[in-house]
């Protein structure tokens, strides 16, 4: 999983080693080095995430043993485990504080509401792709800020202009997985109103397309 993910929620004392992550199997290969008579378990989001089989996988195939795969991911395992889990840096987890898929979706709006949105003037519009991901192109120029998903400091402040000016934040990523994420830092700072681009750019994209042709 990515740092981010594994920083706002992960199995205590785990370790983060992204799949992205040039370094994986080197990585992985000094933990079995330093921890021979030990099965490495990798971990990711969940039934749907395919992180952890592929980690397994890729693992596998260079040669590296005992490495399995918990299918289960980290959401089910924080529902069950609470006491072995860590939330924003706290453990144990508060249970209730675990934001469900259903919950999740409840913050989604079209492309084409999003874009209608930003027309009110009643709206902070925040672009949280990572710098590799943006290519200097912003979707709506002039009309929104840019902020890395992990720049606390950046998000503070947005989160507080819109809560004193009483606007809501429309909030976009590449492919609307990060924000999910995103999700609970919002939540715990107490934002007030809120809403994620579904599917992200390439959602917005897709909208064009349909839209113009």
Not at 124 to 140: C, E, G, K, W
Request: net charge positive; glycine share 8%.
């Amino acid at each position: 999983r990515s740092k981010y993910e594994h920083q706002t929620l992960r199995i205590k004392n785990a370790l983060n080693i992204p799949l992205a992550a040039k370094t994986f199997i080197q990585q992985i290969q000094k933990l079995r080095d330093e921890n021979k008579d030990k099965k490495i378990i990798v971990y990711c989001n969940g039934k749907t995430c395919m992180k952890s089989y592929k980690a397994a996988l890729k693992c596998k195939k260079t040669g590296i043993k005992d490495v399995v795969s918990f299918d289960a991911g980290i959401m089910d395992w924080a529902k069950n485990y609470p006491n072995d889990s860590v939330l924003l840096g706290e453990s144990p987890l508060d249970t209730n504080k675990l934001i469900t898929k259903k919950s999740f979706k409840k913050y989604l709006i079209s492309p084409g509401k999003f874009e209608s949105e930003i027309g009110t003037g009643k709206v902070i519009v925040l672009d949280v792709r990572d710098p590799f991901q943006r290519n200097s192109t912003a979707l709506f120029h002039g009309k929104e800020h840019r902020v890395y998903i992990n720049d606390a400091t950046g998000l503070d402040k947005y989160i507080a202009k819109a809560n004193s000016e009483g606007k809501t934040l429309l909030i976009y990523d590449e492919v609307g997985k990060q924000v999910r994420w995103l999700q609970y830092y919002l939540e715990g700072k107490g934002a007030k109103s809120y809403s994620f681009m579904k599917g992200g750019v390439r959602n917005y994209y897709q909208y064009l397309n349909q839209r113009y042709q």
